[in-house]
């Protein structure tokens, strides 16, 4: 637990802050469309997206400086990189780099990226899927689990941290008992809810 303190440390921060995605952001112009990538690009952004592996260190200032080198550097290349990054998020096994892919999707995703994040609501590493809830959150302006008690979906809240646990993982520590147990029933319920009101939701 301890490696990926830091890492679940500013997570929880972003989550409790309610920081704002690209999707909230007027674009300046660095988030634009881009036309088809070339053959070298691609190998280039696939080489980038492999970089996103460094987030399993975050102890490490080393491995944090190329993470978030990889990051900013395919944030740049706006959503006309989109759909490699859905492939990674959908493909790789390397939970770092599912973790990584999400928060390059916090910067350049669009509408497409919704279902694949849903998709890893219950992935097998409790930081992917605590990040992908996130971003959910904002890019739909929705959540399914309650603040508190239990949802008419049948979600309850997370539990709050053990107030005698000095642990800086305490939070999380909830969340991953709670995710063992509900992380199906969330990506099903988020499921259903797109299916639902997809056709109403705005994402610019």
């Given at each position: 637990m301890a490696r990926f303190a830091l890492l679940s440390i500013a997570l929880v921060m972003c989550v409790l802050a309610g920081c704002?995605?690209?999707f909230d952001r007027e674009s300046d112009g660095l988030f634009e469309e881009g036309?088809?990538?070339s053959e070298e690009e691609q190998a280039e952004v696939k080489e980038?997206?492999?970089n996103?592996?460094?987030a399993a260190s975050p102890e490490d200032p080393d491995a944090e400086a190329v993470f978030n080198d990889a990051v900013q550097n395919l944030t740049l290349r706006g959503s006309s990189i989109e759909p490699l990054l859905i492939e990674a998020l959908a493909g790789s096994e390397d939970w770092a780099i599912r973790y990584g892919v999400i928060n390059v999707l916090d910067g350049v995703g669009t509408r497409s990226s919704v279902e694949p994040l849903i998709a890893?609501?219950?992935d097998n590493h409790y930081l992917v899927a605590l990040?992908?809830?996130y971003l959910l959150r904002v890019i739909c302006d929705h959540q399914e689990i309650p603040n508190e008690g239990v949802s008419a979906n049948g979600l309850p809240a997370v539990p709050p941290a053990n107030p005698d646990d000095l642990d800086v993982d305490a939070w999380m520590k909830s969340w991953i008992r709670w995710h063992d147990k509900h992380g199906t029933a969330l990506r099903e319920t988020w499921a259903e809810w797109w299916r639902v009101h997809s056709g109403?939701?705005?994402i610019e």
């Open positions: 704002t995605s690209v036309g088809p990538l980038q997206i492999a996103l592996s460094a890893v609501l219950d990040k992908a809830m109403r939701v705005i």
